[in-house]
T-cell receptor, first 111, second 116 residues
Framework: GEDVEQSLFLSVREGDSSVINCTYT??????LYWYKQEPGAGLQLLTY?????DMKQDQRLTVLLNKKDKHLSLRIADTQTGDSAIYFC???????????FGSGTRLSIRP | DAGVIQSPRHEVTEMGQEVTLRCKPI?????LFWYRQTMMRGLELLIY????????DSGMPEDRFSAKMPNASFSTLKIQPSEPRDSAVYFC??????????????FGPGTRLTVL
């Protein structure tokens, strides 16, 4: 079946890079996503990558996709206090509409 | 556009009472999703609709939960009777779904439900 796994917590020092990792099971995934949830709010799409790409860069964000290992990562360069949030990895499954979300990684920033 | 609108934002009720959560999706979107988020179980998909038709309700926990989408601009999630373990944040999300689209889901602000 479809499943997305990610670690629950990550703590980094302000100014360092954060790397959040995710694994998924559906080899037919077409799109993979990173959503961000700030306290008291709903999830917001941060970035996505199409399955025929290996990497996507958008300002401080870098997404790496390893289809062979079904591994997705999100790197945030120069992590700031405003990056504190829960980050959800997600994949578009066999249904065109449904997105499978991971459990979320809570990123905390220490001074 | 105002985004996905949910009401109420907070609901406190007593065990056994009926609870109705409401959602207005973004105009033009053809898919609507109901999620539940708790510390213990994370984000769970309860049910989703395509073109107002329920497609997958396998995430609905029990018969106490029901959802309707009478038209493209309105959906409800009802819990009857409510129990303390239903306490959670309930999110509604909508998207324009197509096979060639990346299908971004837009989330509402959530309804925080507390059942005493």
């Amino acid at each position: 079946g479809e499943d997305v796994e990610q670690s629950l917590f990550l703590s980094v020092r302000e100014g360092d890079s954060s790397v959040i990792n995710c694994t998924y099971t559906d080899s037919s995934s077409t799109y993979l996503y990173w959503y961000k949830q700030e306290p008291g709010a709903g999830l917001q799409l941060l970035t996505y990558i199409f399955s025929n790409m290996d990497m996507k860069q958008d300002q401080r964000l870098t997404v790496l996709l390893n289809k062979k290992d079904k591994h997705l990562s999100l790197r945030i360069a120069d992590t700031q206090t405003g990056d504190s949030a829960i980050y959800f990895c997600a994949e578009r499954g066999s249904s065109a509409s449904k997105i499978i979300f991971g459990s979320g990684t809570r990123l905390s920033i220490r001074p | 556009d105002a985004g996905v609108i949910q009401s109420p934002r907070h609901e406190v009720t007593e065990m056994g009472q009926e609870v109705t959560l409401r959602c207005k999706p973004i105009s033009g979107h053809n898919s609507l999703f109901w999620y539940r988020q708790t510390m213990m179980r994370g984000l769970e998909l309860l049910i989703y609709f395509n073109n107002n038709v329920p497609i997958d309700d396998s995430g609905m926990p029990e018969d106490r939960f029901s959802a309707k989408m009478p038209n493209a601009s309105f959906s409800t999630l009802k819990i009857q009777p409510s129990e303390p373990r239903d306490s959670a944040v309930y999110f509604c999300a909508s998207s324009f779904s197509g096979t060639r689209s990346y299908n971004e889901q837009f989330f509402g602000p959530g309804t925080r439900l507390t059942v005493l």
